[in-house]
């Protein structure tokens, strides 16, 4: 069963995805870039460390599995 705690709100830390879909992303942190709020964020492909900076509306919280 899964475990989902969503009350709305991104922070850091949190474990999101983008809408449409992808890998499991850590958000390492929240701003403003251009006027637009955006998240960055930090990732695994393969083992290679991925970053990158994606609009809050671009996002949502992962479903983390119990």
């Not at 709100?9 to 992303?25: A, F, H, K, W």
Request: hydrophobic share 30%.
């Amino acid at each position: 069963m899964d475990k989902y705690d969503d009350d709305g709100e991104i922070n850091p830390e949190d474990v999101v995805q983008l809408n449409s879909g992808g890998p499991d992303m850590t958000v390492t942190g929240i701003g403003s870039e251009d006027g637009v709020r955006s998240v960055w964020c930090c990732w695994f492909a393969g083992t290679k460390m991925e970053k990158g900076v994606f609009p809050l509306s671009s996002l949502k919280r992962a479903r983390q599995k119990s």
